[in-house]
């Protein structure tokens, strides 16, 4: 019995550090596929209010008002370059990279992973993400 003992105490301390160790991360990359898991989206954004970034998270959602429902997706643009302001945004595909194919997302706009504005453009015989600012 005192083998069993002795077995059990010196065992102890390694399965208590194994189970306060991390798990392992097996899964594969994670993939976004729409506005819900972009990072850094602005929270209660009134549309035509003034912003000031318009190329890095220039996504936000906007509080309910006359002219557009509360939760709906805009982004921080300046037009035409005058002082920048909250637009309604086109439809979001999610994180994407700068050049990849777009082929199915035309007219869309997406964030890439270090936040920068993409959009959707064909040109030259393919759609790629493209600035979105530029």
């Known amino acids: 019995m005192r083998v069993t003992r002795?077995?059990?105490?010196?065992?102890?301390?390694?399965?208590v550090a194994s189970m306060l160790t991390a798990p392992q991360a097996n899964a594969g990359p994670q993939t976004c596929n729409d506005a819900f898991c972009v990072p850094g989206?602005?929270?209660?954004?009134?549309?035509g209010s003034y912003c000031d970034n318009t190329s890095y998270f220039v996504f936000g959602t906007a509080v309910a008002g006359p002219s557009i429902q509360p939760g709906?997706?805009?982004?921080?643009?300046?037009?035409?370059?005058?002082?920048?302001?909250?637009?309604?945004?086109?439809?979001?595909?999610g994180i994407r990279e700068e050049g990849s194919l777009c082929t199915t997302e035309l007219s869309m706009v997406a964030q890439a992973p270090d936040g920068l504005f993409l959009s959707c453009v064909p040109m030259a015989g393919d759609s790629r993400w493209r600035r979105g600012d530029a």
Do not use: Q
């Not at 105490?9 to 399965?15: G, L, N, T, Y």
């Not at 989206?41 to 549309?47: A, E």
């Not at 805009?74 to 309604?88: K, M, T």
């Open 6 to 15: 002795a077995a059990v105490a010196a065992a102890a301390p390694v399965i």
């Open 41 to 47: 989206i602005t929270p209660n954004v009134v549309l």
């Open 72 to 93: 709906r997706l805009v982004f921080c643009g300046s037009p035409r370059r005058y002082e920048p302001r909250w637009f309604r945004s086109p439809p979001m595909a």
